[in-house]
């Protein structure tokens, strides 16, 4: 490995076939000149195999390498085209060393401060006091990534309800302690925001570019170039010279095939520089969100104002997999599992798509066509979405039950909608996720039956067996055929009981179950 | 100043944890020429092997050496009780992933590339996937343990009341943050030192010893310390320790073997599942008159622990309760599974589940107020001896019970229950108290010894070591405070070695609750010790007799001090720290070192007759949980735990709190979230968090109140204090039975509907879907 720690703390001119980002307080460099002698660390290497087996910084823990135990977890330091500078904490588990081109990040190594003693209270990070204080560790070995989710959140501005710190935490597992004493030291450190030398470096940070085009050399499995356009006009280039090429966005998914099933890509573009999928704003219709801004910046700004989908998100991944995943990517993986889909499906959405050949606009209905495919076609792209406000005479929200509330896959999902004349069914979706081998596969015999009916409990109860000759849904561990089928129908039943209530566009923080279904005492 | 002793301190490693300086098994520096290893296991639950090559695994580029069976210097057998489990299998495989071959290479991918081109052939034969077939084939391992009393057959067929059911519980997986991690480091003159995650490094020293075929006092076992354990690391540490030390051997270079997450999950043991047949006699007053029971563990494919939890499972089959007429078989079922091990509770929630459904079942049966059952059934003066014959003394659940139901404020929080459950139609509440007695000892009874060794340095400083080893759970932290009591040393002269099988040799696993009890008599009996060779030196240095000494160890009171550090003796206005004394003694030719020893007096057990005392005592808690269900999902949450849990007079408050809660918590997980799937070969299904869920931080209760019963001194454990690691993991019985009636009370007229273990989202809507048909 040609590694070398910059001796200008600041960065030089960025050049293209160098990786480079700020680790703490110094700077990673590792360079792959063309004419060959540089880094053997391919592209594909996640910060934290870097991390523990480049550097011996042992700090960061590998739980799972699947995003789902945050012992990993790190923070990056963000920005983003017209936004202020914000710490992410993202699982390093899952993070490709060129997603960090040009950015900085803070692993638990980097909070101390190392001038003072190591028995010194003032020489730890009020995240890792708190943790002290409050006895949040016992073995441990989760404990950095809670260290480091905590850190997160004690520069949060936004933190204004107790069930942002379970959702600031649930991305992080924790075996021994039984989360008290964490959630407790999450109450004192959330909203801090302290004038040190971390929020100082916050508030000036300006990103660089993350341009990027290295090739690594002939590991057991050949020689891998990583590419990371910063414009479309580069990112076309690339396609038309690597038609074979992987695509990776935030990577929560594509990590997991290296992670996990150890496959090994020979060009990978990643679409980490392409600030234009960044834009997100409010639109005449609604809102359109551009396919990379991630999850967490999508649930900071359009928050509550669509209901059903600040509802889905609060229970999609963790907050470390949100702050990476991206809604063009959770589109595009088409998973038939995918939370997202449902979702759009309900609120009917388009998908804004360009490829070389121009730009188009599809509706959700038409952009799943099967298992894991989509109506993209030849080097196209999914630019954004756009949702459309829904009606003050419609009522639209979506459910997710799963094993675990938070941080899992759903076993059944569903967005749904349904707009009224009077009392009479003018339209209604109801979009499923775990029912078929289709994202978001709408109910369409249901639908049928319950259009034009009045929307009362007994059409619903009589269209509720209709489910089963919408879906005949897979067996697996997530759940058996019979439990799926059983709670597709009872959702429905569920969407009428909810469409009653007064509160039903309220976002429940400590939900029982994901329909409102419980009433006063 | 005082003793620290008592004192809610933080854990002694906090500011490492915090800051990524506390360093696990992989974390340690690579040494130079460091090999890394990988297994293959079996591809079939069962068969013969007919052929192994290793060509073209060993043509693979980094790739040192492939191991079989045939290979190992010693004896192949990593049998922690019986010698029953090969290294390696040579001929025959009883499992899907049991190791038949060992890579070495330079890096993961070269290791992970070599196993998958490691050439197997196996001829199938037919497998016991499950407790069920393993009774139908007889497949069990050893004799059945049976513990029996009075006319059980004459009180059944005698009795007013009684019932019947069965009751299966599933497996948990550990699911410790840190994986399963050896270390071995080639040393000269045939010696090795082999740093290993493990819960019991004399077992882990004693088979690598085996396996090389050299005597223990050739092989060091170092623990730096767990990323959690909860008995995943009593046993099943070994064979990754093995397979690096041969390797190391064998290559002449440090081998390390780290699983992860999937292979961790897949290749190693969890907890027993359980299935058990019952039968009990009552009377109108619901008191029990006879019961009997038959409980089936799967074992696996090997004894490992098996016979140990199933006899703890037995043991526990009474819980609080007295059972006039019992008669309790049990059978340890061989499966063609992986063998399953220790896990917190080690048997007994297992056990204490069935005693605790059969008392909710004599409740619903008669209408009965189920807490009152409870009571009535509770062992009291006269009625005090186990199935086992043990006699209870200190039986504390009645005191338990009634401040907890006074804390929880159960009266008026059960009819506002009645009353939500009245109002609303796809939402039902319950509520719900359990007890729990748990006994403390391993139920082996030599195992109950302990060793310490307590360095004392000429400028005062102490080096503290003994055979416990720290998980989290607290031991090294709670050993600081006993050295710092009983020496009469500041803490922060007290540096806490790495547990090592250089220092204290021949140790028990810290296993069984019993780490804090053990070693701390044992560090106790090492610093008195010193203290006794300390004072003379000590009335020398202030000029009066020994006995007119004031002294700061085992001293409650403030100690005085001098020149800003604690005196450790003083006599009139006179004081000498332990740097004075210590240095003092060191001229002198005192000698500053001391090991310390202790057994359990009083134990021991008659396996075949089904009689003695296990238990050096017993530790007791109860808990109240409310719980609401969701009708349409199977969904629910846990709104509230009160509980009072007895820890004697604890040694560490705050690390004793901390064991309650996460125990509650792992509890929790145990009996709802978390399954297990397999497929039909064997292969676990769920084995990662994206599959195997256990609990986060949004499923524990916003309301959450831990109280440690006071006034509750223990006598003859260190310093009045209980054993605290396993109790409480069973008080979350007391969630699922809450799910039960919350599940009940969608049956008309509130009728008992059984609620499976584990109770999923789906288990609970299938129990809906009963209750609300019939």
Same mark, same amino acid.
């Given at each position: ?68 135990? $945050? ?10 085209? $017209? ?83 379970? @959702? ?79 695509? &990776?966005?935030?990577?929560?998914? *594509? ?13 990978? +573009? ?31 700004? &359009? ?23 991206? *809604? ?18 309900? *609120? ?27 109506? *993209? ?6 630019? $954004? ?37 009077? @009392?009479? #069914?003018?339209? +209604? ?37 209709? +489910? ?7 067996? @697996? ?9 059983? #709670? ?34 | ?206 088979? %690598? ?37 041969? /390797? ?54 090997? =004894? ?75 062992? /009291? ?122 220092? %204290?040799?021949?140790?028990? /696993? ?12 044992? %560090? ?13 030196? /000590? ?79 017993? =530790? ?142 789906? =288990? ?11």
């Amino acid at each position: 490995m040609s590694l070398r720690y910059a001796a200008n703390p600041e960065l030089e001119p960025d050049p293209v076939d160098t990786l480079h980002f700020w680790l703490n307080d110094r700077v990673i460099e590792l360079a792959y000149p063309s004419g060959g002698g540089g880094s053997d660390v391919n592209g594909t290497t996640t910060l934290l195999r870097f991390l523990r087996d480049e550097l011996a910084e042992t700090g960061t823990k590998e739980g799972c390498a699947e995003g789902d135990c $945050g012992a990993c977890t790190v923070v990056l330091l963000e920005e983003r085209p $017209g936004e202020k500078p914000t710490f992410r904490a993202v699982n390093s588990c899952l993070l490709f060393l060129p997603m960090l081109q040009g950015k900085r990040v803070y692993t638990v190594e980097g909070l101390r401060d190392r001038s003072r003693s190591p028995d010194d209270p003032e020489a730890y990070h009020p995240a890792q006091l708190a943790m002290v204080e409050t006895r949040g560790s016992q073995c441990g070995y989760c404990t950095p990534g809670i260290v480091m989710s905590l850190f997160e959140a004690t520069y949060r501005d936004d933190v204004k309800a107790d069930w942002q710190i379970d @959702d600031q935490l649930c991305g992080n597992l924790c075996r021994c302690t039984g989360y008290r004493p964490i959630r407790d030291a999450g109450r004192k450190v959330a909203g801090l925001r302290p004038d040190d030398r971390f929020r100082a470096t916050m508030e000036q940070y300006r990103a660089r570019d993350a341009a990027l085009d290295i090739t690594a050399p002939d590991g057991l499995d050949g020689p891998q170039r990583y590419l990371q356009p910063t414009t479309f006009e580069a990112f076309f280039e690339a396609r038309a010279a690597h038609p074979n090429a992987v695509l &990776v966005a935030g990577g929560t998914d *594509l990590g997991l095939k290296v992670t996990k099933f150890h496959e090994h890509f020979p060009v990978v +573009i990643g679409l980490e520089g392409l600030d234009a999928l960044r834009e997100i704003e409010r639109t005449p219709l609604g809102w359109f969100i551009g396919a990379g801004v991630n999850l967490t910046r999508v649930m900071e700004l &359009v928050g509550e104002e669509i209901p059903a989908l600040h509802k889905m998100l609060r229970w999609f991944g963790s907050r470390q997999v949100r702050s990476r995943a991206t *809604l063009g990517g959770n589109l595009v993986n088409a998973s038939p599992i995918g939370d997202t889909p449902p979702v759009l499906a309900a *609120l009917g959405a388009e998908i804004a798509i360009r490829g070389s050949a121009g730009e188009r606009h599809v509706h959700i209905d038409d952009f799943f066509t099967g298992y894991r495919k989509t109506c *993209l076609e030849g080097d196209e792209l999914v630019v $954004g979405v756009d949702l459309p406000r829904t009606p003050p005479t419609a009522f639209c929200t979506a459910y997710k039950v799963s094993k675990r509330r938070e941080l899992d896959i759903s076993a059944v999902a569903a967005g749904m909608y349904v707009d009224l004349d009077g @009392d009479v #069914v003018k339209e +209604i979706r109801l979009a499923y996720g775990g029912m078929a081998a289709t994202a978001a596969s709408r109910a369409r015999r249901t639908e049928a039956a319950l259009t034009g009916q009045r929307w009362t409990r007994a059409a619903v109860e009589a269209a509720m067996p209709l +489910i089963d000759a919408d879906f005949l849904p897979i067996a @697996d561990h997530r759940g058996s055929a019979r439990y799926r089928s059983s #709670v597709a129908r009872n959702l429905l039943l569920g969407f009428w009981l909810e469409s009653q209530r007064a509160d039903r566009e309220a976002f429940d923080p400590h939900p029982v179950g994901t329909v409102l279904s419980g009433g006063a005492p | 100043m005082k003793s620290p002793l008592g004192r809610g301190l933080p854990h002694e490693s906090a500011l490492r944890h915090v800051s990524g300086e506390a360093r696990y098994v992989d974390d340690l520096p690579h040494p130079p020429g460091l090999l890394v290893g990988r297994v293959l296991g079996s591809s079939e639950p069962r068969g013969r092997i007919t052929r192994r090559d290793r060509h073209r695994a060993l043509a693979v580029p980094g790739v040192h050496a492939v191991f079989f069976a045939e290979d190992l210097p010693g004896s192949n057998n990593v049998g922690p009780v019986f010698h029953d489990e090969p290294l390696l299998a040579a001929d025959q495989v009883f499992c899907v992933g049991m190791p038949i071959a060992f890579v070495v290479a330079e890096s993961y991918p070269a290791a992970r590339k070599a196993v998958e081109a490691i050439e197997v052939d196996i001829t199938a034969a037919p497998a016991i996937p499950d407790i069920e077939a393993g009774i139908a084939a007889e497949s069990f391992i050893g004799e059945p343990h049976v513990i029996e009393r009075g006319n059980v057959g004459e009180a059944l067929a005698s009795a007013a009341h009684r019932l019947s059911g069965t009751l299966d519980s599933g497996g948990q997986d550990h699911f410790y943050l840190e994986t399963h991690a050896a270390l071995a480091i080639p040393g000269e003159d045939r010696s090795i030192t082999v740093y290993s995650s493990t819960q019991h490094p004399s077992e882990v020293q004693t088979l %690598v010893a085996e396996v090389l075929g050299w005597g223990r006092s050739r092989v060091t076992v170092e623990c730096p310390r767990m990323g959690g354990g909860f008995g995943g690391k009593e046993t099943q540490a070994a064979q990754w320790a093995c397979l690096a030390a041969v /390797a190391a051997v064998r290559t002449g270079r440090p081998v390390k073997v780290w699983l992860d997450r999937d292979s961790d999950m897949s290749f190693t043991g969890r907890r027993h599942p359980f299935h058990s047949t019952w039968e009990v006699a009552f009377d109108a007053e619901g008191r029990i008159q006879a019961l009997s029971a038959d409980l089936y563990s799967d074992a696996g494919w090997a =004894a490992d622990l098996s016979l140990a939890i199933l006899d703890r499972g037995l043991f526990h089959m009474d819980n609080g309760y007295w059972l006039p007429n019992v008669r309790l078989r049990g059978n340890a079922v061989r499966t063609n599974r992986i063998s399953n091990t220790a896990f917190r509770g080690f048997g007994g929630p297992q056990g204490m589940v069935v005693i605790e459904r059969i008392v909710e079942s004599i409740a619903e049966h008669l209408g009965l107020d189920p807490l009152e059952v409870r009571r009535r059934n509770f062992y /009291a003066d006269g009625n005090d001896r186990t199935p086992y014959g043990q006699q209870v003394r200190d039986f504390r659940l009645h005191r338990i019970v009634d401040e907890l139901a006074e804390r929880a404020d159960l009266a008026e929080r059960k009819a506002r229950v009645a009353a939500f459950n009245a109002a609303n139609e796809w939402r039902k509440r319950g509520i719900a108290l359990t007890p729990v007695k748990f006994g403390i000892s391993f139920t082996t009874s030599f195992l109950n010894q302990a060793g310490a060794y307590v360095l004392l340095y000429g400028d005062g400083t102490v080096q503290l070591n003994h055979g416990g080893t720290e998980m989290g759970q607290g031991l090294y932290t709670k050993m600081l405070q006993v050295c710092s009591h009983a020496l009469g040393a500041p803490l922060q002269d007290i540096v806490h070695a790495h547990t090592s099988t250089a220092k %204290v040799p021949n140790t028990s /696993a810290t296993a069984a609750s019993s780490g804090s009890d053990l070693n701390g008599q044992a %560090v106790a009996s090492a610093c008195r010790q010193l203290v006794e060779r300390l004072k003379p030196v /000590a009335a020398e240095l202030l000029g009066c007799a020994v006995d007119a000494l004031e002294l700061a160890p085992e001293n409650d009171g403030e100690i005085p001090e001098k020149g800003g550090r604690p005196a450790w003796a003083w006599s009139g206005g006179a004081s000498v720290t332990l740097a004075e004394v210590a240095s003092a003694a060191y001229l002198r030719q005192i000698q500053l070192a001391a090991a310390g020893y202790y057994r359990t007096p009083d134990i021991a057990y008659d396996r075949k007759a089904g009689k003695g005392k296990p238990f050096h005592y017993f =530790a007791y808690g109860a808990a109240v949980s409310e719980v609401e269900v969701d009708g349409l999902t199977g969904e629910w949450r846990l709104h509230r735990v009160d509980i009072v849990h007895d820890v004697g007079e604890s040694l560490s408050e705050d690390i004793d709190k901390g064991q309650v809660e996460g125990a509650f918590v792992q509890g929790l997980g145990w009996l709802t979230w978390e399954e297990l799937v397999f497929d039909d070969r064997g292969w676990l299904v769920t084995h990662s968090p994206s599959t195997y869920k256990i609990p986060a931080i949004g499923d524990i209760p916003s309301e959450f109140h831990v109280h440690l019963l006071e006034r509750a001194a223990q006598d003859d454990v260190i310093y009045g204090s209980k054993a605290v690691g396993e109790p409480p993991f069973m008080l979350a019985i007391s969630a699922h039975t809450a799910i039960g009636r919350a599940v009940s009370a969608f049956a008309e007229g509130g009728r008992h509907v059984a609620v499976s273990i584990p109770a999923t989202n789906e =288990a609970i809507l299938t129990a809906v879907e009963q209750a609300r048909k019939r």
